[in-house]
């Protein structure tokens, strides 16, 4: 048996747990890791709940050891506290797959329940335990808004476009709206998102965590079983108890008032500035997105504040949607080719993922760079980020889409690899999320199937956007290669991208430039992806 429950013990954690030998609960609902919230099962009759940690998740692709820490965390004080609670829990270890577990334990308990798996994977591989009726799939009630409402504004093919989306659901929703008509006189108010940070306000301290008996524990377990893998967990980033989870919650209220204003900027001063930090408790559901929502819609913060995190929420259905509706882009006829090793550039895991073609408009087929695992490149703007994020596993939005999805398109990084570096380094990163996010947005892999253009910039963007070149060596003499970068982008791609109508500008400015010119931004491109390539940086 690969399997074990978990029985009462001297440990942190099993000492806590209540003897499960003589349970008896006629209907057993396994809740998945992402499902950590007792509201998903309001209404459903549920006796018993079972809990699983899997190592053979685990070890799938090269987690962050934080990410690691915060989901195996989080299942053990969510099973703490439905123990509290008198819900009788099953938690269970396993070397081996989900499936594997349920199968069995399914000959003891009878057929269990479960909500929708929010990831295509899970699903994929609980699916003949469905067919076999040994799983009762139940509709997951975590998510804001109706497939129906997707599919009602903007069919079952592409183009998608979250517009037509956001409308359907504020509408249905009756969010921000007064009359059948929006407040404010406009739906979006994004264009007033975009204000550069300069110090003034100073966003409020962050929460502080303190590992408890259980969080020590399951350190000692990461650092055992993945010594290896990126990041550490020195400092708690993450809120693992409920308590923790109310603190959080109570920290994105504080930022709030600030958000709309400066929900675009970057800075190597503060890396989350005024964002709320709630994905990785949102992606959990130990926070319900109808909880946030309704933080929003009570607070009298500024009106681009509340309605820039609710088009936040409702991207993230936006995403979800996509994911499914397209098998994860399974069922999408666009531009695919062989992926490279799925070991998301991470030179200490190498995994045996069967290959198969991959979303990549654009066809672009270099590996990602060792800039990406922390090799220093002299540029700050992509040095900053990526510490963060080894430091964290998280940062914000735009420093994702405008400075590590960006390079990676400048420097044809292919779309799969890069998607597989984000799906390993960030705490929020599950397949429905990170893969429409990446591989849809930041890459343009998907072509214009999800987005009107490819969010790719020069240097202009990221000096009005962010403080990164304020203490960049490169930008002060005036050898930033971001720009250079950007046009032989445009030149490479000219083909495509003369095709996207929202590039009909750009296109024409990269048209404009001489031979001589042009000929510089390629053999610059050609130097810096060697020299990143290599683990080097831009200029020794």
């Given amino acids: 048996m690969s399997w074990a429950i978990t029985r009462p013990g001297e440990g942190a954690f099993s000492s806590k747990i209540a003897e499960n030998t003589a349970l008896t609960p006629k209907n057993w609902w396994f809740l998945p890791y992402d499902q950590l919230n007792l509201e998903l099962l309001d209404g459903k009759e549920c ?11 685990a070890k799938s692709l090269p987690y962050h050891k934080q990410k690691l820490f915060f989901v195996i965390s989080s299942i053990r004080h969510f099973a703490v506290e439905c123990n509290n609670l008198g819900i009788p829990t099953l938690h269970i270890s396993s070397n081996g797959p989900y499936h594997e ?5 399914s000959e003891r308990l009878g057929p269990i329940n479960v909500n929708m798996p929010s990831e295509r994977s899970l699903r994929r591989e609980l699916q003949p335990l469905e067919e076999s009726g040994k799983l009762i799939l139940h509709k997951h009630t975590g998510w804001l808004t109706e497939k129906d409402w997707f599919v009602e504004s903007n069919g079952l093919r592409p183009p998608f476009r979250m517009d037509k989306f956001y409308r359907k659901v504020r509408k249905e929703l009756d969010w921000l709206m007064d ?10 108010f994004d264009s007033e998102n975009r204000k550069p940070w300069k110090w003034d306000p100073l966003p409020p301290k962050e929460n502080e965590y303190e590992y408890d008996s259980i969080d020590c524990e399951v350190v000692k ?13 020195g400092e708690k980033k993450y809120p693992t108890n409920s308590l923790e989870v109310r603190e959080a919650v109570d920290y994105a209220q504080r930022v709030l008032p600030s958000f709309g204003d400066y929900e675009d900027a970057m800075s190597a001063q503060s890396k989350s500035l005024f964002h709320t930090k709630l994905s990785p408790l949102l992606n959990l559901h130990r926070v319900m997105p109808s909880e946030i929502a309704d933080v929003a819609l009570n607070s009298d913060s500024p009106l681009n504040s509340v309605e820039g995190l609710l088009r936040q929420l409702i991207w993230r259905e936006y995403v979800h949607h996509i994911h499914e509706i397209t098998d994860g882009f399974r069922t999408l006829d666009v531009t695919k080719t062989s992926s490279l090793p799925r070991d998301a550039g991470w030179e200490d895991h190498k995994i045996s993922i069967t290959s198969a073609p991959e979303p990549n408009h654009l066809k672009q087929t270099n590996p990602i760079p060792l800039a990406y695992w922390g090799k220093k490149t002299r540029m700050n703007c992509l040095d900053s980020v990526v510490e963060s994020v080894i430091d964290d596993g998280w940062t914000h939005h735009i420093p994702r889409l405008m400075i590590l999805g960006n390079f990676s398109q400048l420097l044809d ?5 890069i998607t597989d570096w984000f799906h390993s380094a960030f705490v929020d990163a599950f397949d429905w999320v990170v893969e429409p996010n990446v591989l849809g947005m930041a890459t343009f892999g998907l072509g214009e199937s999800m987005m009107t253009k490819p969010y790719v910039c020069g240097s202009p963007y990221i000096k009005k956007m962010s403080d990164y070149c304020d203490s960049c060596d490169l930008s002060k003499e005036n050898k930033c290669p971001v720009t250079n970068l950007y046009w032989a982008y445009l030149e490479r791609h000219r ?31 050609n130097s810096v992806s060697k020299q990143l390539q290599d683990g080097l940086p831009v200029i020794e």
């Fill in 221 to 233: 377990i990461v650092n055992t079983l993945f010594p290896n893998n990126p990041g550490d967990l």
């Fill in 101 to 105: 577990v349920i199968d069995e334990i």
């Fill in 495 to 525: 083909d495509k991208l003369e095709k996207v109508q929202r590039m009909a500008i750009p296109m024409r400015n990269v048209s404009k430039r001489s031979d001589f010119q042009k000929a510089e931004d390629a053999a610059i491109f």
């Fill in 47 to 57: 006796n018993g709940i079972i809990l699983i940690e899997s190592t053979n998740k």
């Fill in 179 to 188: 009359n059948g008509k929006p407040k404010g006189g406009k739906y979006s």
């Fill in 413 to 417: 990084v292919e779309p799969r690899q």
